[in-house]
C-alpha cells in the first residue's frame, strides 16, 4: 500500500511537471512579437524660428506734462479712450494767467504812452534846435529818453505774448492721435513742470515696435550667415518676422526688423534691434511683452518626430529598426526644432526606420513587427 502511494505521488508530480512545461510553451506562443508603428526618415524643408523676448512700445509715445503750474480744473478724457490731435486733455486753473494778461495789457499801454510822450518832446526840440535857439544837448537827451521809452513798449509787449503763452498752456490738447495711457492726477490737485509723473502718456499705436536684444553670439551668427555686404543689406534681406504674444498666440500680422543700436549695452551684453508691425485693429499696447520669432528655412535635415523620442539625461534617443527587425536605440543630434519635431543631422540617415510610438515598452535588441507608416500621413497630423 504505501508502495502504491508513493508510486502515485511520482505519477502526480510527473503529471504537474508535463503541465508547467506545456503552460510555459504555451505562454511563449501566446506572446509573438508586438506590433508598433514605425515611420521611414527621409530629409524635408523645414522652418525654424530664432525667438527674442521683446517689448512693445506704440510707434509714438508722448508724455503730457504741464508746461506751467497750477490747480488741475478739469479732466477731458478717460484713462484708455482714444483722442484725435488737437483734442483737449487737461484744463488748469487760469485765473492767475488771465490777470497776467491783463496787468501786461496795461503794462503796453503805459509803455506806449511814455513812448508816445517822449516823441512829443523830439518833435518839440527839433525846431529849437535847428534855429539855434537851444543846444542840441537837449535834443539828444530827449532822442534818448524816446529809445528808452521804445524799448519799454517792446519789453511790455514781450512780456505780453510770453504771459498769452503761459494762459494758452493751461489747456493742454493732445500733439498727436493715439490712446490715453494712467492719469494718476485728479481734479483739484497741484500740478506743475517739477511733477515727477507726466499728467498721462499719449500713445500713437497705428504702429508698434517691438524691441529686442541679441547676444554677442547671435549677432556674429547673424553677420556670418545672412546674405549681404552691410549691416542694413543684411537687415532689409531678413524675412518678415512673427510676434509672439505672452499667451503663446501668434499675432496676425507680420513684421520687419528695422532698425539696431549702433553699439552694445555692456550691462546686459546684447544689442538691440527694432521690428515694426501693424496695428490698424489696435490689438497691441504700449507696455506688453513678447517674443519676436524670425524664421529660417532649413534643407537637408532630417525631421523625426518628437513623440517618437525618448531622453536619457539630456540625450535625445529614438529606435530604429534594423536587420531582423530588430530595434536598436541612437543618440540624435538635433540643430533645430519645430513645433512636433526635431531637425537632426546626425544620428540617423535618411531611409532609416524608426519606431514611432510605443518605445516605452521596447529595448535594444527586442524584436517587433513593424507596421509602416507613410510620411505623407504623418505630415497630414504633424505639418512642419
Known sequence: MRKY???????????????????????????????????PINTAPATTYLTYAAS??????????????GYLESIYVEEGAY????????????????????NNEANVEAAKANMEKAAIEVRRLQP???NKVVSDVQ?????????????????????????G???????????????IGRIPFKVGALVGKGEAQPLTVLSDVKEVYAYFGMSESDFLKFTSQVPGKTINEKIKGLPPVELQLADKSIYASKGKIELMEGQFDRNIGAITFRATFP??????????????????????????PQTSTYEIQDRIFVYAVG?????????????????DYYLVDKGVQAGDKIVFAGMDRLQDGAVINPQLLSADSVLKVMPL
Do not use: M, W
Open 139 to 163: 535834443l539828444k537827451a530827449a532822442q534818448a529818453a524816446y529809445d528808452a521809452a521804445k524799448a519799454q513798449v517792446a519789453q511790455a509787449e514781450a512780456e505780453g505774448n510770453n504771459a
Open 83 to 102: 483722442v484725435t490731435a488737437g483734442q483737449p486733455l487737461f484744463k488748469i486753473n487760469d485765473r492767475p494767467y488771465e490777470a497776467q494778461v491783463h
Open 128 to 130: 529849437l534846435v535847428d
Open 279 to 304: 496695428n490698424t485693429a489696435g490689438l497691441l499696447r504700449s507696455g506688453i511683452t513678447g517674443e519676436v520669432r524670425i524664421p529660417q528655412t532649413n534643407s537637408g535635415l532630417l525631421p523625426v
Open 323 to 339: 536587420d531582423s527587425n530588430k530595434v536598436v536605440s541612437k543618440q540624435l543630434h538635433i540643430v533645430g526644432k519645430t513645433t
Open 56 to 69: 512693445v512700445e506704440g510707434k509714438t509715445n508722448v508724455e503730457i506734462r504741464p508746461q506751467v503750474s
Open 5 to 39: 502511494l508513493v508510486f502515485s505521488v511520482i505519477l502526480i508530480a510527473a503529471a504537474i511537471y508535463i503541465a508547467g512545461c506545456n503552460q510555459a510553451q504555451g505562454t511563449q506562443a501566446a506572446f509573438p512579437p508586438q506590433s508598433l508603428p514605425v515611420l
Open 165 to 179: 503763452i503761459n494762459l494758452g498752456y493751461t489747456l493742454l490738447k493732445a500733439p498727436v492721435s493715439g490712446y
